[in-house]
Structures are given as structure tokens and as C-alpha cells.
DNA sequence: GTCTATACTGAGATAGAC
DNA sequence: GTCTATCTCAGTATAGAC
């Protein structure tokens, strides 16, 4: 069948949004999609490279949509630093955006951050961009250290990760993605322009 | 054998803090401790039951601890609500305390988190617990509409989960849990602090 | 009560026929 | 390009030795 690869792409986005990556089997994904088990490694190779496939069809337009936000914020600020908050709307609009496209392939991004697996992916996909957020950060909140800095930068991505997996523990307007990101950034940027932790003991 | 049910224990705290829950096997953790395969299901019946008993033996204290923080502050502050700073700070320093005694266990907590595996076993150990600070915290900052309150608690959520499972991309001091919990606390309480989004439209 | 040996089901991966 | 058959290894289950 001509349509086996692309079939199989859309059954597998669909499955692993709704149950996770390491919780949908390639025997999952076949059944729905109706095809043989080794036309998944015929076309793909493994588990790992369908994924890799799948992110680079649906989170390398983000990466590429969030990098021409940051470089018009940087051509507006000419050789000032940009603003906390307009560098994380440029980070994470553009996930609201995609989320209203297609929300299950939103939790999918959150997953593969936060499941810990498969790093090479995260690494391959989503590093260039984030290394280009972080150095305008790091322009942006000059009174941290270093070390304060990167701790900081830490806690975003687990903020990120776990609102993008979606599931609030909560009643919530699950379709509002961009006012869930709005709030994000609001919470984010007080957090990166709090002065920096005082040495001393903690009681 | 001696004691075979500790051992299988130790060696899974171990293995769950290096390699991840999912991404351990029973039989690697029975090889590393020298005991027969069954003798898990016999001992523990599944391996959801012991990671149930791993987290009951290491979590409970350390959220007893936390209840304990929590109860002091209460009382020395009366009516009044106790400041956010405080709050977090006794949520999250009982987990520096018990990193310094066992670096790994802590991970585990952390990925049990982020994993989103097993959330009976999240929501057994840990529901009671949060919900007292976060109705603690609620009084702390009855500035923010509701949504975005529990948006927020959300969002401390996942920065604390990546915390826990450690390994920051970056070279850090990563024996100094109790700076790494101020830290975050110093991060999370000015997240907490900010002024509610506003409405309006995001470019 | 404890533990061993063994087997069952389902996962991902692969070789080779067509 | 596609499919059958098979491999290894995962978690689980059980019968029976001590």
C-alpha cells in the first residue's frame, strides 16, 4: 500500500497522545491502522525512529516558528536585552498555537520531555532552538549567577513539560492553550526576575 | 537467604533512581540482588507493589516531616495566612534532608512524578500531603483567581518533579540539595507572588 | 512460610520468502 | 514493498521443593 508510512504516522500520533509513547505498543498501532507489524520496521527501523519521524513532522515547524519570533525580538532591541516575558511568549505561543491544531500531538512533546526517554530525540529536536532562548535569558536576568541561572532554566522545563502532558488535576478549560501558555509566562517570568537566593541555612 | 525481601528492596531503590521505574526490569533487579525471580511477586505480589512499598518506606517520613513543618507555622501564625516563602520552604526542605541521606530514592520520587506511571501509587502517597499546603498556600495568595491558582500549583508541580530526577544539563554541586530546594523556593514563590494574567490577546 | 523452576503472554526486533 | 515466522526479553503466574 502506498499509504502505509503515512497511515501508520497518523495512528501512531493519535495513540501515543492519548496513552503515551511508552505506553502504546507498535502491535497497538498496526491494529488500528491495519497494516503488518514489520511494515512499522520496514518503514521506520524501530519504536524510536517513528518517533523521531513523527517529531520531526509536527515539532519542527514549532522550533522553527518560535526562532523567527526570537529573531524579530532581537532585531526590535537592537543591542538591548529583550524582556523576560517576550522571550517566553516567543517560546511558548507557538506550542498554544500547535496545541489548537492538534492537541493530542502536544502531549506527546510534553511526554517525550518529562517520560525521560529516548533523550537522543529531545536532544536532536529541540536543543538548537531551546540553547538560542536560553542565551537571550541569560541577557535578560544579568543579576543571577550563573549557577542560579541554569537552576532556573531547569525548573522552566519542568513547568513546561507538565503542562504540555496536559492533565491538570483539575476542572479547567482544556481548549484555552493559549491562556493556559499566558499564564505560564506570567508565572515564569516573575520566577526568572526574583533576585537571587541569598546564601545562609535553611531552618 | 538472609533477609530477601531488603535486599530486593535496596537493590530497587537503587536501580529505580539510576535507571527510571519503567526503565528497570525485574530481572535486573533480581541478578544485581542474587535472589530468584519469584521471590518478587511472592514478597511484594507485583512490581507496582513494590515500588508501593519503596515509596511507603522513604516518602511517609518525609511527608511527615512536611505535615509537621506545616503544623508549626500554623500555629505560630494564628488566623493569619502563613507566608508562600514558608510554606514551600516546608514542603521542599524535608526532601533536601532526605536526598543527603539517599540520593537516588529521591530520583525515584521525582520520576514516579514525571513518569505519570502508576498515578494510584502518586495519589496514595502523596494526595493528602499536598492538598493541606495547597490550601495553605491558597490563603497565602488569595490575590489570583482560582484557575490560575491551581494553574500555578500545576506548574510548581512539574518544575519540582524534574528537580527531583535530577541530572541538570549543566555541571552543577549536585550533593548541595539544601541550595538547590532554596532555589526553587526563591523561584516558586515569585511565581506565586506575580499578579494575575491579565486578559487580552496574545501576538 | 520461603524460595526454585518453569511456563505463559505480549513487547520490540529481524530474516527471508514472495 | 510486504508478510510470515521466529527470536529475545519484558512482566506475570503457578506448581511444588524445602
Same mark, same amino acid.
Given at each position: 500500500?502506498?499509504d502505509t508510512k503515512e497511515k501508520i504516522l497518523?495512528?501512531?500520533?493519535?495513540?501515543?497522545?492519548?496513552?503515551?509513547?511508552?505506553?502504546? %505498543?507498535?502491535?497497538?498501532?498496526?491494529?488500528?491502522? *491495519? +497494516?503488518?507489524?514489520? =511494515?512499522?520496521?520496514?518503514?521506520?527501523? %524501530?519504536?524510536? %525512529?517513528?518517533?523521531?519521524?513523527?517529531?520531526?513532522?509536527?515539532?519542527?515547524?514549532?522550533?522553527?516558528?518560535?526562532?523567527?519570533?526570537?529573531?524579530?525580538?532581537?532585531?526590535?532591541?537592537?543591542?538591548?536585552? +529583550?524582556?523576560?516575558?517576550?522571550?517566553?511568549?516567543?517560546?511558548?505561543? #507557538?506550542?498554544?498555537?500547535?496545541?489548537?491544531?492538534?492537541?493530542?500531538? +502536544?502531549?506527546? $512533546?510534553?511526554?517525550?520531555? %518529562?517520560?525521560?526517554?529516548? #533523550?537522543?530525540?529531545?536532544?536532536?529536536?529541540?536543543?538548537? @532552538?531551546?540553547?538560542?532562548?536560553?542565551?537571550?535569558?541569560?541577557?535578560?536576568?544579568?543579576?543571577?549567577?550563573?549557577?542560579?541561572?541554569?537552576?532556573?532554566?531547569?525548573?522552566?522545563?519542568?513547568? $513546561?513539560?507538565? @503542562? $504540555?502532558?496536559?492533565? #491538570?488535576?483539575?476542572?479547567?478549560?482544556? =481548549? *484555552?492553550?493559549?491562556?493556559?501558555?499566558?499564564?505560564?509566562? @506570567?508565572?515564569?517570568s516573575a520566577g526568572f526576575r526574583a533576585p537571587?537566593?541569598?546564601?545562609?541555612? @535553611?531552618?
Open positions: 500500500m502506498i497518523e495512528t501512531a500520533a493519535q495513540l501515543f497522545g492519548e496513552q503515551g509513547v511508552a505506553g502504546t %505498543s507498535l502491535r497497538q498501532i498496526i491494529a488500528k491502522a *491495519d +497494516v503488518n507489524l514489520a =511494515a512499522i520496521h520496514y518503514h521506520f527501523g %524501530s519504536k524510536e %525512529s517513528l518517533l523521531d519521524e513523527l517529531i520531526h513532522r509536527k515539532a519542527d515547524p514549532v522550533n522553527r516558528e518560535r526562532l523567527d519570533r526570537l529573531c524579530r525580538l532581537e532585531a526590535e532591541a537592537g543591542d538591548k536585552p +529583550v524582556a523576560v516575558e517576550a522571550i517566553l511568549e516567543a517560546f511558548f505561543v #507557538p506550542t498554544a498555537a500547535a496545541a489548537e491544531q492538534n492537541p493530542l500531538f +502536544v502531549r506527546v $512533546m510534553g511526554r517525550i520531555h %518529562s517520560e525521560g526517554l529516548m #533523550p537522543a530525540i529531545v536532544q536532536k529536536h529541540f536543543y538548537p @532552538t531551546a540553547q538560542r532562548f536560553v542565551a537571550q535569558l541569560r541577557r535578560a536576568v544579568p543579576h543571577l549567577p550563573e549557577e542560579e541561572f541554569l537552576w532556573r532554566v531547569h525548573f522552566m522545563m519542568g513547568a $513546561m513539560a507538565h @503542562t $504540555m502532558c496536559g492533565t #491538570p488535576l483539575f476542572p479547567a478549560d482544556s =481548549a *484555552d492553550y493559549h491562556g493556559r501558555m499566558r499564564k505560564l509566562v @506570567t508565572f515564569l537571587a537566593t541569598a546564601n545562609g541555612e @535553611t531552618k
